[in-house]
C-alpha cells in the first residue's frame, strides 16, 4: 500500500522558535496533501489542504502566517509552526491522495509530536 | 458544532463477539464515509469506506451499514480480536476524491480476550 512518512517524529524546542515537519510521500505523487494536528483524547482536526505547485488553504481559525505550508514538489509537503508557543504543542498528521496507488483514500503519515517549552 | 459525531467515547467487547460503532452525521452533502483505525502516537489507518449510494459494504470482518434518511453509519466488526482494541473515527466527505474529510472524535474499543 501507499506510504507516507513525516520527520521528525518528536520534536521538542522552546518557546519562540520556528519548527519545520516534513511529511512524504514515499511511492506514490501525492497532488494534494492534509494537515492535521490532534489534541490529546480529541479528535484530528484539519488545519489546511495543500495541492502541489499552488497555496494552502486554509480551514476557518487557522492562522496561516503562523503555521506555513509549502508544497513544493509531488511527493513532499511541509509545515512550519513559526514562533511556536506552549499552545501549539500538539500532534500533527498529514496525509496524502494522488495518483495511481494512494488515489481511492487519504493515506497518513505515523504523526509528529510537538512539545513547546 | 460537530458534522461528524461518534457519541460513545468507548467501547469494551469480549473477544470472539460482535463490536459495533456508531456515527451519526448533520451535513446531507457528505457522499463518502470511511472508518479509521488509530493506535496512539500513529497516524490513522484506513479501514473501509461506503459511498452515499450503497447502505451496505463488507470487508473481511469488518462490514459498514449506511442508513442516509437517518443520517448514521456503523462499524460491525466480527469477530472482534485483541489486536482490534484501537480507537475509530468515523470520517465523511462531500466528494469522490476525498478533498476534504471530516473525523469525528473516535471511539475507543478494548476487546478483552
Known amino acids: 500500500g501507499a506510504v507516507v512518512s513525516q520527520h521528525p517524529s518528536w520534536v521538542i524546542c522552546k518557546s519562540g522558535t520556528s519548527v519545520k515537519i516534513e511529511c512524504r510521500s514515499l511511492?506514490?505523487?501525492?497532488?494534494?496533501m492534509f494537515w492535521y494536528r490532534q489534541f490529546p483524547k480529541q479528535s484530528l482536526m484539519l488545519m489546511a489542504t495543500?495541492?502541489?505547485?499552488?497555496?494552502?488553504?486554509?480551514e476557518q481559525g487557522v492562522e496561516k502566517d503562523k503555521f506555513l505550508i509549502n508544497h513544493a514538489s509531488l511527493t513532499l509537503s511541509t509545515l512550519t509552526v513559526t514562533s511556536a508557543h506552549p499552545e501549539d504543542s500538539s500532534f500533527y498528521i498529514c496525509?496524502?491522495?494522488?495518483?495511481?496507488?494512494?488515489?481511492?483514500?487519504?493515506?497518513f503519515g505515523p504523526g509528529t509530536r510537538l512539545l513547546v517549552l | 458544532d460537530q458534522q461528524v459525531k461518534q457519541n460513545s467515547p468507548s467501547l469494551s467487547v469480549q473477544e470472539g463477539r460482535i463490536s459495533i460503532l456508531n456515527c451519526d452525521y448533520t451535513n446531507s452533502m457528505f457522499d463518502y464515509f470511511l472508518w479509521y483505525k488509530k493506535y496512539p502516537a500513529e497516524g490513522p489507518t484506513f479501514l473501509i469506506s461506503?459511498?452515499?449510494?450503497?447502505d451496505k459494504n463488507e470487508d473481511g470482518r469488518f462490514t459498514v451499514f449506511l442508513n442516509k434518511s437517518a443520517k448514521h453509519l456503523s462499524l460491525h466488526i466480527v469477530p472482534s480480536q485483541p489486536g482490534d482494541s484501537a480507537v475509530y473515527f468515523c470520517?465523511?466527505?462531500?466528494?469522490?476524491?476525498?478533498?476534504?474529510?471530516?473525523f469525528g472524535p473516535g471511539t475507543s474499543l478494548s476487546v478483552i480476550p
Open positions: 470520517a465523511a466527505s462531500e466528494s469522490t476524491s476525498y478533498d476534504k474529510v471530516i
Open positions: 495543500s495541492n502541489e505547485g499552488s497555496k494552502a488553504t486554509y
Open positions: 461506503i459511498s452515499s449510494i450503497k
Open positions: 496525509s496524502a491522495i494522488g495518483q495511481g496507488v494512494g488515489q481511492e483514500t487519504q493515506y
Open positions: 511511492d506514490f505523487q501525492a497532488t494534494t
